[in-house]
């Protein structure tokens, strides 16, 4: 009994086991996996896909998020070579995005990265005239750039040691000999002449306290003058203010006198006016007592009529013969 008990355990450990197995190849092949995921299409023509192999991984940010799905060697050389990715659908991948193509040192195992270089860009849904999928844009491997900056620098540092290499060459070599020699004579002859030059150095040390002073007295006079420009200013000011009160006083005078003429002129006027009017007045009635002098002589010159009244036959008012 003791051997049967221990038979099933033993069976019931390799049962399991076998299960273990098969849920771990299970999920090493993928099958497990049911997320759904978005196909995109990249265009490698500057990069080596050494190591790149179907399976391998797609990477965003070092984070796994999805896998190689096919490629294709295309005939024509100016596109390169087709890889097709199959990328987690929840993966927000923009317009701009780029692809590069890195691989591991030790292994040599290849895998594809993405990186999105616009931050507020559309997402990459749009298709390309006869693309079934999205094409991400190929970019340029950190690999590459570190790769292009150093033979930059190889090609500098060329360059420098081949401008050394002419700076120390023979005749460069001459001439700094020569230079140094020249050198040395002037700093004896300058040497020679340190007790003239110590002498001039006196004499222009004088020369400039002497127009230090003169620049003081010049100073004094330049403020002597400034002072007294600034007296005369004032003054100037002063009599300006006067000769402008006198203009003032004149043009109200002129002002004044102007209005008293134009009121003497109004004051003629109407005195002209009724000086005129009179004398017409007086004329009328001298011209009416004039009428009547003459109506009275003519009466005077009829005493009869006066007397006696009309003749006869004499007309009467508005009367025609």
């Known amino acids: 009994m003791e051997s049967e008990a221990r038979y099933a355990w033993v069976g019931a450990m390799l049962i399991a086991l076998f299960l273990a197995l098969a849920v771990a190849l ?46 294709r060697i295309l005939p024509d050389t100016t596109r390169g070579v087709r890889v097709l990715l199959e990328v987690d659908a929840r993966i927000p991948l923009l317009e701009g995005a780029q692809a590069v193509v890195n691989r591991k040192l030790v292994t040599g195992i290849a895998g594809v990265d993405l990186s999105n270089t616009n931050a507020g860009a559309a997402p990459l849904t749009r298709l390309l005239p006869g693309e079934p999928y999205p094409v991400i844009t190929e970019g340029v491997p950190e690999i590459t750039r570190m790769t292009g900056v150093l033979e930059d620098l190889g090609n500098r540092g060329g360059e420098t040691l081949a401008r050394i290499n002419t700076l120390l060459s023979d005749n460069n070599q001459r001439a700094l000999a020569s230079t140094l020699a020249n050198t040395r004579n002037l700093t004896g002859q300058l040497a020679a002449s340190a007790p003239a030059l110590q002498a001039t150095l006196e004499e222009s040390r004088r020369a400039a306290e002497r127009l230090e002073q003169v620049g003081a007295t010049a100073d004094a006079a330049i403020t002597a003058a400034g002072q007294r420009i600034d007296t005369l200013a004032a003054r100037s000011v002063d009599t300006l203010n006067s000769v402008r009160g006198v203009l003032d006083d004149a043009s109200a005078t002129l002002n004044q006198t102007r209005a008293d003429i134009g009121q003497l002129s109004l004051n003629l006027r109407l005195a002209t006016d009724l000086t005129s009017q009179d004398l017409q007045a007086t004329t009328k009635v001298l011209r009416d007592g004039a009428g009547s002098l003459q109506h009275t002589a003519r009466a005077l010159g009829e005493p009869e009529r006066i007397l006696f009244g009309p003749q006869p036959d004499s007309l009467g008012p508005g009367e025609e013969r």
Not at 38 to 55: A, D, M, N, P, W
Not at 56 to 67: C, K, N, P
């Open 26 to 71: 299970y999920w090493l092949s993928g099958a497990s996996d049911k997320l759904p995921s978005t196909r995109y299409t990249v265009y490698f023509q500057k990069q080596s896909l050494e190591g790149l192999q179907i399976g391998s991984e797609v990477r965003m940010r070092g984070i796994h998020v999805g896998r190689v799905a096919d490629y």
